[in-house]
């Protein structure tokens, strides 16, 4: 079994109990990072 960058980033976030995606870390892909709607407000601190 192999990590991928996605995967480690979503189980990072879910070890402090936090939320980036909806379903398993394993699934976890770079698009559903840049597609998720629990970071958007960061996105938008970011660019105010």
């Given at each position: 079994?192999s990590?991928?960058?996605s995967?480690?980033?979503?189980r990072?976030?879910?070890h402090?109990?936090?939320?980036?995606v909806?379903?398993l870390?394993?699934?976890a892909t770079p698009?559903a990072?840049?597609?998720?709607?629990?970071?958007?407000?960061v996105q938008?601190?970011?660019t105010?």
């Amino acid at each position: 079994r192999s990590f991928f960058c996605s995967e480690l980033i979503v189980r990072a976030y879910h070890h402090a109990n936090l939320r980036l995606v909806d379903g398993l870390a394993h699934t976890a892909t770079p698009r559903a990072l840049v597609k998720s709607h629990y970071l958007k407000f960061v996105q938008e601190l970011i660019t105010a």
